[in-house]
T-cell receptor, first 114, second 110 residues
Framework: GAGVSQTPSNKVTEKGKYVELRCDPI?????LYWYRQSLGQGPEFLIY????????DSGLPNDRFFAVRPEGSVSTLKIQRTERGDSAVYLC????????????FGPGTRLTVL | ELKVEQNPLFLSMQEGKNYTIYCNYS?????LYWYRQDPGKSLESLFV?????AVKQEGRLMASLDTKARLSTLHITAAVHDLSATYFC??????????FGDGTTLTVKP
């Protein structure tokens, strides 16, 4: 079946602009996660949804970052007033909650802020 | 707050040799994950370990978990070039949030 998909695959924007990154999880997966990965580092947790609600948003770095999942499926990560330090690969993952909670990752969106 | 430390960060090994990657974590973790990442690609789930003494094997890779020592290992047997990649471990302290190590970049040379 289809895996996690993310669009766009690449996004180049100018400092100060607004961007939206989209994630389509695996069908039926109740949990959805956003991570950010900088070059040479492991993914860094941003936010996690159970259904439509954000169960843990402790990883969002500041109030310029916001994410929604209005119907419990597709999620959008929104970044306002982008800064050069926001440049990274943004990864989305989904899982069926349970004992193993195995997370399946999408291909990521590479965001470059000029 | 959970912290995860991997070592080594870089590993160059010859084909046919064995080696172990270590993953230490700082506090209780409900699950321990191992992932593989190829350059420019996303993460592929390799193993999910739950309980003390858990051991899982897939091909030339074997992962184990010692919850008392807060240590997981990824053992590579008779390495082949196709295993060249970056390997991450991650702890998971509740249903959602995972904390990753910085990764071990493995290069297998002929």
């Amino acid at each position: 079946g289809a895996g996690v998909s993310q669009t766009p695959s690449n996004k180049v924007t100018e400092k100060g602009k607004y961007v939206e990154l989209r994630c389509d999880p695996i069908s039926g997966h109740t949990a959805l996660y956003w991570y950010r990965q900088s070059l040479g580092q492991g993914p860094e947790f941003l936010i996690y949804f159970q259904g439509t609600g954000a169960a843990d948003d402790s990883g969002l770095p500041n109030d310029r970052f916001f994410a929604v999942r209005p119907e419990g499926s597709v999620s959008t990560l929104k970044i306002q007033r982008t800064e050069r330090g926001d440049s990274a690969v943004y990864l989305c993952a989904s899982s069926l909650l349970g004992q193993y909670n195995e997370q399946f990752f999408g291909p990521g969106t590479r965001l470059t802020v000029l | 707050e959970l912290k995860v430390e991997q070592n080594p960060l870089f590993l160059s090994m010859q084909e046919g040799k064995n080696y172990t990657i270590y993953c230490n974590y700082s506090t209780t973790s409900d699950r321990l994950y191992w992932y593989r990442q190829d350059p420019g690609k996303s993460l592929e789930s390799l193993f999910v370990l739950l309980s003390n003494g858990a051991v899982k094997q897939e091909g030339r890779l074997m992962a184990s978990l010692d919850t008392k020592a807060r240590l997981s290992t990824l053992h590579i047997t008779a390495a082949v070039h196709d295993l060249s990649a970056t390997y991450f471990c991650a702890g998971n302290t509740n249903a959602g949030k995972s904390t990753f190590g910085d990764g071990t970049t493995l290069t297998v040379k002929p």
